[in-house]
């Protein structure tokens, strides 16, 4: 949710308008898959599944994305990140009834709140590393890159902006394979958690 809007106005030359109309299936991805996963859960008393699967699938298409980018359309790249937001959406409500579950009545505060406290550092973890990559990408290619980022690419003319649009296009495979690690290191958290079902 961070670096989708970046890479929109960068490299796809959206506005701020279209950016924002453009996140919108990215977060009702996030509110079907934990709707669809709770009721699924509901039903078959199984908890960990659905994420491990999803994740799984998040990890795959956030891989390929990272290298087919720049072939999509804008709307085939909204709907595959609305797919990785509707994977993630997966996660939330499980790993909360899971670890409550486990924590027993005792600890039901401490449970949650050791869930939120986890997710917030993990977030900022994550967009950290993933800022951090992209700006060693584009100073990689000298700091006139990371200069243009910041002065907005529709402002360069002709030639010298297919240059810095491959430059930028780069940076983001390297953030996109960032949060591609991270959602591979979950899915095989998902996939290891013993308790399985409620």
Known sequence: MTFVPVYLGVARDASAAD??????PMTLGVGVGSIATSLLVSR???????PSIALSAGTAILVTLAFWISHLSTIAVVLWF??????MGTVMGVVQLTVMAEAG????????????????????????????MMSALLSANGPKTEQKL????????GFAHEYLQSDFDW???????????????????????PRRTI
């Open 82 to 87: 609305s797919v990785v937001a509707a994977a």
């Open 19 to 24: 950016i924002g109309l453009m996140l919108l």
């Open 44 to 50: 078959t008393g199984l908890t960990m599944l659905f």
């Open 150 to 157: 910041q002065a907005g690419l529709a402002a360069v003319p």
């Open 171 to 193: 940076a983001f495979q390297g953030v996109f394979l960032t949060i591609a690690a991270f959602c591979a290191r979950a899915c095989v958290l998902a996939w290891r958690v």
């Open 105 to 132: 009545g005792k600890m039901l505060g401490v449970a949650s709140a050791s869930v939120t406290l986890s997710r917030s550092i993990g977030a900022a973890c994550g967009t950290a590393l993933g800022g951090v």
